[in-house]
């Protein structure tokens, strides 16, 4: 792995189909944005030769065919796939979003992946998020290495970056995060600038120049050879430490040189098992260059050290009514076990869907049986249907490569998948299974949205529905009490990317309006009230009074309806009339307009008529009863109270509490919560969070996330009611 003389392949380019598990390797790339994964991206493509030195794709592709990746890519806002040969292997290369607001898209990539290559900058460092994934990965044991990029920038330090990365990735061992290979740096430039134009060899001590554009090995000199004695000591210690052979360690100390073999062999199972994280560096291509700096030891870290599909244990199982399945992991020959990780719609062709298949064969034309776990709450459907594979095909920008199977291991677009969306399980349809599925973020930033037109209405429900279908991290909601359509989002850029989708994809035209809260009122004390509906005309008249008695009840009593009336006075035909009026005007609100609710009433007399009281007058009666009781009283404006828990790094603690504070929030308690986070529990008005989703991220520096649950309601303060009250018509 990695210190081998290697020239550029001429088996290697656009991937096809696998034939063995155990030639695949599925890598995703994780950072932050601007960190420089879609250029590595395009290095990676480029070295392995699946395109040219024009930017062409190979095997009768265009220049817009590329160019549609690095457009796709650079968007980034949604997970991209692009396999490719390398010397047998079939790497399929999962480039994620940076954006936090696309962490979605991110779980589907750690999903699909068996590694993931973090891609670091030399100038910008190592962000929070990329730690919290980080922390993801160390949780499931994924195996991790990562690269460092812009060394061409002025303040690239790749010393110090290593450092960084052992102190934010190594836990307690940071000598389990160690470079592999140090980069050389050629002449200065009129500006001062010394350009990286090759690598050392930490193991083999060889040294492998880029300036040509070509990976050259050469000698290194005594001065190189001094420059890397420390760092290749630590490596060796590095590797011998996570070694299985516990006398390998006393036989080094005791000055034993140990064979290069040997440590390649440790370092790559360590690197499998998810303990030793190496380092490595890259940089593009210049222009009409074959290779970019490190690209094939990256190809050959990735085909080297980490695991085949293999090694992965497949993930839970169960028949779609819960029975527990043993399933054998990457069985070629097994059960068909499949699992959607993006779903995208293409104009042409329809839907499309990235599958990772974990058992079995999937192959064009067969009937498969699709499972879902429903997410009612984010309007996704719960699925148990059959439906026919179209083709399977390898996607490069614009170009699908049919492809004849997808075996085990392995990843490909399925097209024309109409009822299956992301999350959902691929099996056979005499044996349908269903997977465990992969934990999603909760979309807590709102976005209330209507039709710009009627031809837009007409639309919208579909075009909903596909968007939803797409991405399961949004959660679409119809509000029955503020009668809003509210799409659920991680953030503003997810929010924008939604109505863009919904603009240029769906052609609806959508317009955002302000996020309503489920307001209530509830009566402060008791109060009564008396309605009288008399009216004589032509034929039968209308004659109902009633007189009721309103008291508050505790927080989620509702709206409680007693009969005393003592001697007849309202006929027991009318009595269910008032009761009915009375239910009907608080759901209509008796101060701002906003459901009545956590009160008894009372009905204690009343009068009627034998011919011209009916149950109409005595409904009117009971509604005109409510509302003077509530002229007479004080009324409260109730307003909905969350269970907030932020999560938070301790620097930020004093921030976050302080901004709650100021929403009116109550904190309720703090507790350490491990690797120097806190998490901080308080109660906040709704109201005052809407927007929590973007501001926390900004108090944090995208350092802390945070969830939340409804509570109850509790009377909003006076003044801020009295402003809601003079904005309500007619209130």
Same mark, same amino acid.
């Given at each position: 792995?990695g210190?081998?003389?290697?020239?550029?392949?001429?088996?290697?380019g656009?991937?096809?189909?696998?034939?063995?598990?155990?030639?695949?390797?599925?890598?995703?790339?994780?950072?932050?944005?601007?960190?420089?994964?879609?250029?590595?991206?395009?290095?990676?493509?480029?070295?392995?030769?699946?395109?040219?030195?024009?930017?062409?794709?190979?095997?009768?592709?265009?220049?817009?065919?590329?160019?549609?990746?690095?457009h796709?890519?650079?968007?980034?806002?949604?997970?991209?796939?692009?396999?490719?040969?390398?010397?047998?292997?079939?790497?399929?290369?999962?480039?994620?979003?940076?954006?936090?607001?696309?962490?979605?898209?991110?779980?589907?990539?750690?999903?699909?992946?068996?590694?993931?290559?973090?891609?670091?900058?030399?100038?910008?460092?190592?962000?929070?998020?990329?730690?919290?994934v980080?922390?993801?990965?160390?949780?499931?044991?994924?195996?991790?290495?990562?690269?460092v990029?812009?060394?061409?920038?002025?303040?690239?330090?790749?010393?110090?970056?290593?450092?960084?990365?052992?102190?934010?990735?190594?836990?307690?061992?940071?000598?389990?995060?160690?470079?592999?290979?140090?980069?050389?740096?050629?002449?200065?430039?009129?500006?001062?600038?010394?350009?990286?134009?090759?690598?050392?060899?930490?193991?083999t001590?060889?040294?492998?120049?880029?300036?040509?554009?070509?990976?050259?090995?050469?000698?290194?000199?005594?001065?190189?050879?001094?420059?890397?004695?420390?760092a290749?000591?630590?490596?060796?210690?590095?590797?011998?430490?996570?070694?299985?052979?516990?006398?390998?360690?006393?036989?080094?100390?005791?000055?034993?040189?140990?064979?290069?073999?040997?440590?390649?062999?440790?370092?790559?199972?360590?690197?499998?098992?998810?303990?030793?994280?190496?380092?490595l560096?890259?940089?593009?291509?210049?222009?009409?260059?074959?290779?970019?700096?490190g690209?094939?030891?990256?190809?050959?870290?990735?085909?080297?050290?980490?695991?085949?599909?293999?090694?992965?244990?497949?993930?839970?199982?169960?028949t779609?009514?819960?029975?527990?399945?043993?399933?054998?992991?990457?069985?070629?020959?097994?059960?068909?076990?499949?699992?959607?990780?993006?779903?995208?719609?293409?104009?042409?062709?329809?839907?499309?869907?990235?599958?990772?298949?974990?058992?079995?064969?999937?192959?064009?034309?067969?009937?498969?049986?699709?499972?879902?776990?429903?997410?009612?709450?984010?309007?996704?459907?719960?699925?148990?249907?059959?439906?026919?594979?179209?083709?399977?095909?390898?996607?490069?920008?614009?170009q699908?490569?049919?492809?004849?199977?997808?075996?085990?291991?392995?990843?490909?677009?399925?097209?024309?998948?109409?009822?299956?969306?992301?999350?959902?399980?691929?099996?056979?349809?005499?044996?349908?299974?269903?997977?465990?599925?992969?934990?999603?973020?909760?979309?807590?930033?709102?976005?209330?949205?209507?039709?710009?037109?009627?031809?837009?209405?007409d639309k919208?429900?579909?075009?909903?529905?596909?968007l939803?279908?797409?991405?399961?991290?949004?959660?679409?909601?119809?509000?029955?009490?503020?009668?809003?359509?509210?799409?659920?989002? !991680?953030? +503003? *850029?997810? #929010? =924008?990317?939604?109505?863009?989708? %919904?603009?240029?994809?769906?052609? &609806?035209? @959508?317009? /955002?309006?302000?996020?309503?809260?489920?307001?209530?009122?509830?009566?402060?004390?008791?109060?009564?009230?008396?309605?009288?509906?008399?009216?004589?005309?032509?034929?039968?008249?209308?004659?109902?009074?009633?007189?009721?008695?309103?008291?508050?009840?505790?927080?989620?009593?509702?709206?409680?309806?007693?009969?005393?009336?003592?001697?007849?006075?309202?006929?027991?035909?009318?009595i269910?009339?008032?009761?009915?009026?009375?239910?009907?005007?608080?759901?209509?609100?008796?101060?701002?307009?906003?459901?009545?609710?956590?009160?008894?009433?009372?009905?204690?007399?009343?009068?009627?008529?034998?011919?011209?009281?009916?149950?109409?007058?005595?409904?009117?009666?009971?509604?005109?009863? !409510?509302? +003077? *009781?509530? #002229? =007479?009283?004080r009324?409260?404006? %109730?307003?909905?109270?969350?269970? &907030?828990? @932020?999560? /938070?790094?301790?620097?930020?603690?004093?921030?976050?509490?302080?901004?709650?504070?100021g929403?009116?929030?109550?904190?309720?308690?703090?507790?350490?919560?491990?690797?120097?986070?806190?998490?901080?529990?308080?109660?906040?008005?709704?109201?005052?969070?809407?927007?929590?989703?973007?501001?926390?991220?900004?108090?944090?520096?995208?350092?802390?996330?945070?969830?939340?649950?409804?509570?109850?309601?509790e009377?909003?303060?006076?003044?801020?009611?009295?402003?809601?009250?003079?904005?309500?018509?007619?209130?």
């Amino acid at each position: 792995m990695g210190d081998k003389a290697h020239a550029h392949p001429g088996a290697a380019g656009r991937a096809t189909a696998a034939d063995h598990p155990a030639s695949v390797r599925n890598v995703v790339l994780v950072g932050h944005s601007g960190s420089g994964k879609t250029t590595l991206v395009e290095a990676l493509a480029l070295t392995a030769g699946a395109v040219n030195r024009a930017g062409r794709v190979e095997d009768g592709g265009t220049v817009s065919d590329y160019d549609e990746i690095e457009h796709r890519q650079q968007r980034s806002v949604q997970l991209s796939l692009v396999p490719v040969d390398w010397d047998g292997y079939k790497i399929n290369i999962l480039d994620t979003p940076g954006y936090a607001d696309f962490v979605g898209e991110l779980r589907a990539g750690l999903r699909a992946a068996d590694a993931a290559l973090f891609v670091v900058s030399a100038s910008d460092g190592v962000d929070g998020s990329t730690r919290m994934v980080w922390e993801e990965c160390a949780a499931v044991g994924m195996p991790r290495a990562i690269v460092v990029t812009h060394l061409e920038s002025a303040r690239a330090d790749f010393e110090e970056m290593t450092g960084i990365c052992a102190e934010a990735f190594g836990g307690d061992d940071p000598d389990a995060v160690l470079p592999l290979y140090l980069p050389l740096r050629g002449p200065e430039a009129p500006d001062g600038h010394a350009p990286v134009t090759g690598l050392i060899g930490l193991l083999t001590q060889r040294l492998f120049d880029y300036a040509s554009g070509e990976r050259k090995e050469a000698e290194p000199g005594p001065e190189q050879r001094q420059l890397i004695e420390d760092a290749r000591n630590r490596l060796i210690e590095g590797i011998i430490a996570e070694s299985e052979d516990e006398t390998l360690m006393d036989r080094y100390l005791g000055g034993e040189e140990i064979d290069l073999k040997t440590l390649v062999q440790d370092l790559e199972r360590a690197v499998a098992r998810g303990t030793f994280f190496p380092v490595l560096a890259a940089a593009p291509a210049a222009e009409g260059a074959r290779q970019g700096l490190g690209t094939v030891e990256l190809l050959e870290l990735v085909t080297g050290g980490f695991p085949t599909p293999l090694e992965r244990p497949a993930p839970s199982v169960t028949t779609p009514d819960g029975t527990a399945r043993a399933v054998e992991a990457c069985d070629p020959d097994g059960p068909l076990l499949a699992e959607v990780v993006k779903t995208a719609s293409d104009p042409y062709v329809g839907r499309v869907s990235l599958v990772r298949v974990f058992s079995g064969t999937l192959r064009p034309d067969a009937t498969v049986h699709v499972s879902g776990h429903g997410l009612t709450d984010r309007g996704h459907e719960d699925h148990d249907v059959d439906e026919r594979i179209g083709t399977l095909s390898a996607p490069f920008g614009k170009q699908q490569r049919a492809l004849t199977h997808c075996i085990a291991g392995d990843l490909a677009s399925v097209a024309k998948l109409n009822r299956a969306e992301t999350g959902d399980t691929l099996s056979a349809k005499d044996d349908p299974l269903l997977m465990e599925p992969w934990r999603m973020p909760d979309p807590l930033l709102p976005l209330a949205i209507e039709a710009h037109s009627k031809a837009d209405e007409d639309k919208l429900s579909q075009g909903l529905g596909r968007l939803v279908a797409e991405d399961p991290t949004m959660r679409l909601e119809q509000n029955p009490a503020t009668h809003q359509v509210v799409l659920w989002c !991680l953030g +503003e *850029a997810h #929010a =924008d990317v939604a109505l863009e989708r %919904l603009r240029n994809r769906y052609g &609806v035209q @959508v317009d /955002v309006v302000p996020h309503k809260v489920s307001l209530r009122e509830t009566f402060a004390g008791t109060s009564s009230g008396r309605g009288r509906h008399v009216k004589q005309s032509g034929g039968h008249g209308q004659f109902a009074i009633c007189e009721i008695e309103v008291e508050p009840l505790p927080n989620g009593s509702g709206i409680e309806f007693v009969d005393k009336v003592i001697g007849g006075a309202v006929p027991r035909q009318f009595i269910p009339s008032v009761e009915k009026g009375v239910r009907a005007q608080a759901a209509r609100g008796v101060a701002a307009g906003y459901p009545l609710i956590d009160v008894r009433v009372t009905l204690r007399d009343g009068k009627a008529h034998s011919v011209d009281s009916s149950d109409a007058a005595f409904q009117t009666a009971g509604a005109l009863a !409510l509302r +003077e *009781a509530a #002229a =007479d009283a004080r009324i409260h404006l %109730l307003e909905p109270v969350a269970e &907030v828990s @932020v999560l /938070v790094g301790d620097d930020y603690v004093g921030a976050v509490m302080s901004d709650l504070s100021g929403r009116r929030g109550r904190v309720v308690g703090t507790e350490q919560a491990g690797g120097g986070r806190t998490l901080v529990r308080a109660e906040v008005p709704e109201i005052e969070i809407g927007r929590y989703a973007v501001d926390l991220r900004s108090i944090s520096h995208g350092t802390a996330r945070f969830d939340r649950h409804y509570a109850r309601h509790e009377p909003m303060p006076q003044q801020i009611a009295e402003r809601i009250r003079e904005r309500t018509p007619d209130s």
